[in-house]
Antibody, heavy 114, light 111 residues
Framework: QILLLQSGSEVRKPGASVKVSCRVS????????LHWVRQSPRKGFEWMGV????????VYAQKFQGRVALTEDTSAETAYMELINLTSEDTAVYYC????????WGQGTHVVVS | IVLTQSPASLAVSLGERATINCKSS????????????LTWYRQKPGQPPKVLIY???LRESGVPDRFSGSGSGTDFTLTISSLQPADVGIYYC?????????FGQGTKVEV
């Protein structure tokens, strides 16, 4: 059973950045492809990017290229998503998620840009 | 890959069947030959999505057997054979046959 535990809600002003963490238990982070997805009422689910497995290689959605950075600290079994140059359009719930046979999701991190 | 769900909303009497469709703009057959990389979720307010069906037709552990998934290639269906009060929520299909995952826009199921 993989558990993904995300950091708490964040409030930022436009132009600022935010970094959300996702702690993995039940499986070695290094062996997972960890995806980041956000959800907003206006846009629904949007895939942002993926990191891993093994080499921490990243692939980003074109929409977020240059604004998002996915990193991981395998010693802490924790992955991070940093989004810069925030606007009100970035107000959303951000999820880390992975598939190991079935899908596993974090509880979500609400980011408000205002 | 674009996933189009229908209908956008659905009101079904308790005990009746609910059917949700998901059409993909291209095949979601896994390049590894494992099957169709299509997952069905239900989401309730303030909660993350809950996996119901994966690989298009496999029921997640603990999911009641009134939920079933079918289809292949580009056309998929989620069926709730006998709607119960706990089944209300928004249902989404999602494909992971490509690195860039995509989701349907959701189907709201009400009693």
């Amino acid at each position: 059973q993989i558990l993904l535990l995300q950091s708490g809600s964040e409030v930022r002003k436009p132009g600022a950045s935010v970094k959300v963490s996702c702690r993995v238990s039940g499986h070695a982070l290094s062996g997972l492809s960890l995806h980041w997805v956000r959800q907003s009422p206006r846009k629904g689910f949007e895939w942002m990017g993926v990191i891993g497995p093994h080499t921490a290689e990243t692939v980003y959605a074109q929409k977020f290229q240059g604004r998002v950075a996915l990193t991981e600290d395998t010693s802490a079994e924790t992955a991070y998503m940093e989004l810069i140059n925030l606007t009100s359009e970035d107000t959303a719930v951000y999820y880390c998620t992975t598939i190991d046979g079935i899908g596993y999701w974090g509880q979500g991190t609400h980011v408000v840009v205002s | 890959i674009v996933l189009t769900q229908s209908p956008a909303s659905l009101a079904v009497s308790l005990g009746e069947r609910a059917t949700i469709n998901c059409k993909s703009s291209q095949s979601v057959l896994s390049s590894y030959g494992y099957g169709n990389s299509l997952t069905w979720y239900r989401q309730k307010p303030g909660q993350p999505p809950k996996v119901l069906i994966y690989w298009a037709s496999l029921r997640e552990s603990g999911v009641p057997d009134r939920f079933s998934g079918s289809g292949s290639g580009t056309d998929f269906t989620l069926t709730i054979s006998s709607l119960q009060p706990a089944d209300v929520g928004i249902y989404y299909c999602q494909q992971n046959s490509t690195v860039e995952w995509t989701f349907g826009q959701g189907t709201k199921v009400e009693v």
